[in-house]
């Protein structure tokens, strides 16, 4: 899904020649059409590229444990993260719905949540062969929003998760 460092911008629809994204060699826009699939969106930010997995594929509500189906999307992404070294940071995101059901489990409400989803994943990503060395975790809760309002559709759009890869120099 994302091209090597070894590839030439050739490699990829004239369009992108003019102006590739720095280190990554596709614009935004070839990228996120090449590789949206099931629950998964890849993006561009910055020297980093990321996986964006819909939070409700890939956990019940207000928990942290995968679901099958989620397991099955993380695998496929933890095959493409073998492809190189690069650094990564899975980070956890949330609705702005205050935590009710299962507050026994997150007293601190959706920061936590998103932390043990993030979590949840880095656990995962390692017993699919990533090294810890690479991983790390952040949650920003309900802080980093992709859509606002409270209807249904908006909150499921920020109740997510994504793995950011840092693309080296080398």
Known sequence: ????????????????????MPMVGMCSACVIRSATRAGTTLFVSGDSYGYREQ??????????????????????????LKKNNDPIVVV????SDPVVRTADKWPRGNMQLGA???????????SQGIPETRLGIQSFGPYQPLATGNSAEAKKKNRRVEIMVKVSDA
Do not use: N
């Open 116 to 126: 043990g989803r993030a979590l949840s994943v880095y656990e995962f990503l390692v």
């Open 92 to 95: 956890g995101h949330t609705d």
């Open 55 to 80: 939070g409700d594929v890939v956990y019940a509500p207000g928990s942290d444990t995968l679901t099958t189906e989620g397991k099955k999307i993380l695998g496929s992404v933890a095959t493409e």
């Open 1 to 20: 899904l994302i091209p090597s460092r070894s590839s030439q911008t050739s490699t990829w629809p004239a369009h992108c020649a003019p102006a590739p």
